[in-house]
């Protein structure tokens, strides 16, 4: 017969807290507690909450797997995209125009035709690259208070022809439309220094002036 008088476990009832927690650090904890608890009760007859503990370990698992997903595809998507976006527009770009455009907000093929031409004509073709420097545009916020809505990011570019070269691009998160936000995930322009013959800059119509 069930022993109504029983004292809940304190592993179960932290479990249960954890378990429902707005961090992953929270969540698994919650998991392990509720592990924990289920040892204690088995060894305390005298207490309750198993099932509450099995609910922490449900719940605590489910939430940490979302937890995990969501931070695996904001790196792969969002990280990735900011971290190695214009080096990978460029080297696709190079062999089709067409898979350089959608990097872009605005972008146009025949634009981008020209620009990777003119890129080619200058300095060879790309070898790889690498971000060295991000900067948050002035007055926007943060998103998730993680990540600038909008960033200025810098970028040093290896050619065949050109060992190193500069390139600043705009970074856009998220898309101010309307008094909302959409996301957006992707550049508005890039610029690639030259101080000899001038920069090269995609959209050729881009303001970049007062944020290199």
């Given at each position: 017969m069930k022993n109504n008088s029983a004292t809940l476990n304190p592993w179960a009832f932290?479990?249960?807290?954890?378990?429902?927690?707005m961090c992953p650090f929270f969540t698994i904890a919650g998991v392990l507690l509720g592990v924990r608890a289920i040892v204690d009760i088995k060894a305390r007859p005298g207490t309750r909450g198993i099932r509450l503990a099995w609910v922490a370990i449900f719940i605590g698992s489910l939430v940490?797997?979302?937890?995990?997903?969501?931070?695996?595809?904001?790196?792969?998507?969002?990280?990735?995209?900011?971290?190695?976006?214009?080096?990978?527009?460029?080297?696709?770009?190079?062999?089709?125009?067409?898979?350089?455009v959608p990097y872009f907000i605005d972008g146009k093929q025949e634009e981008a035709i020209e620009f990777l031409a003119?890129?080619?004509?200058?300095?060879?073709?790309?070898?790889?690259?690498?971000?060295?420097?991000?900067?948050?545009v002035e007055g926007e916020e943060l998103a998730f208070y993680l990540m600038p809505l909008q960033a200025i990011l810098k970028y040093e570019l290896h050619f065949t022809d050109v060992p190193t070269v500069l390139l600043t691009a705009k970074?856009?998160?998220?898309?101010?439309?309307?008094?909302?936000?959409?996301?957006?995930n992707k550049f508005e322009w890039i610029c690639i220094h030259d101080k000899e013959r001038g920069d090269l800059i995609y959209p050729s119509n881009a303001e970049v002036g007062n944020e290199l």
């Amino acid at each position: 017969m069930k022993n109504n008088s029983a004292t809940l476990n304190p592993w179960a009832f932290v479990a249960i807290v954890c378990s429902i927690g707005m961090c992953p650090f929270f969540t698994i904890a919650g998991v392990l507690l509720g592990v924990r608890a289920i040892v204690d009760i088995k060894a305390r007859p005298g207490t309750r909450g198993i099932r509450l503990a099995w609910v922490a370990i449900f719940i605590g698992s489910l939430v940490t797997g979302l937890w995990g997903g969501g931070m695996l595809w904001w790196n792969i998507n969002v990280r990735g995209q900011m971290q190695h976006g214009p080096v990978n527009a460029i080297l696709y770009g190079e062999s089709n125009e067409s898979a350089f455009v959608p990097y872009f907000i605005d972008g146009k093929q025949e634009e981008a035709i020209e620009f990777l031409a003119e890129m080619n004509k200058r300095y060879g073709n790309l070898v790889s690259g690498k971000q060295i420097e991000s900067t948050q545009v002035e007055g926007e916020e943060l998103a998730f208070y993680l990540m600038p809505l909008q960033a200025i990011l810098k970028y040093e570019l290896h050619f065949t022809d050109v060992p190193t070269v500069l390139l600043t691009a705009k970074f856009v998160l998220f898309d101010k439309q309307n008094e909302t936000r959409q996301f957006t995930n992707k550049f508005e322009w890039i610029c690639i220094h030259d101080k000899e013959r001038g920069d090269l800059i995609y959209p050729s119509n881009a303001e970049v002036g007062n944020e290199l």
